[in-house]
């Protein structure tokens, strides 16, 4: 059974940072592909960003290149998503999740899903 526990959401002023984790427990992921993927209200889930087992790193997503950075400590089996220069289109339900798929990028390359973490930026 693993588990995966998002923390470092909140509330935060347009051009803030915050850093969320995602520590797994129940199964060592150090071969997974860990990814964020982000839910806004009455939107779809979208991919935000994946690092590999070897820390390759992706974003997917435009509006964050240069603001947001995804990393992972295999000891700690943690992921981390650290954001800066927010705003308020930023907000949403932020999950991490874990794929046996090299940088996946799509909900359903994904088997494990943590509970999520509200991220609100206000303007």
């Known amino acids: 059974q693993v588990q995966l526990v998002e923390s470092g959401g909140g509330l935060v002023q347009a051009g803030g940072s915050l850093r969320l984790s995602c520590a797994a427990s129940g199964r060592i992921l150090s071969r997974y592909t860990m990814g964020w993927f982000r839910q806004a209200p009455g939107k779809e889930r979208e991919f935000v960003a994946a690092v590999s087992w070897s820390s390759t790193r992706t974003n997917n997503l435009d509006s964050v290149k240069g603001r947001f950075v995804i990393s992972r400590d295999n000891v700690k089996n943690t992921a981390y998503l650290q954001m800066n220069s927010l705003k308020p289109e930023d907000t949403a339900v932020y999950y991490c999740?874990?794929?046996?798929?090299?940088?996946?990028?799509?909900?359903?390359?994904?088997?494990?899903w943590g509970q999520g973490t509200q991220v609100t930026v206000s303007s």
């Open positions: 999740a874990a794929s046996p798929y090299n940088l996946a990028t799509m909900v359903r390359q994904y088997d494990y």
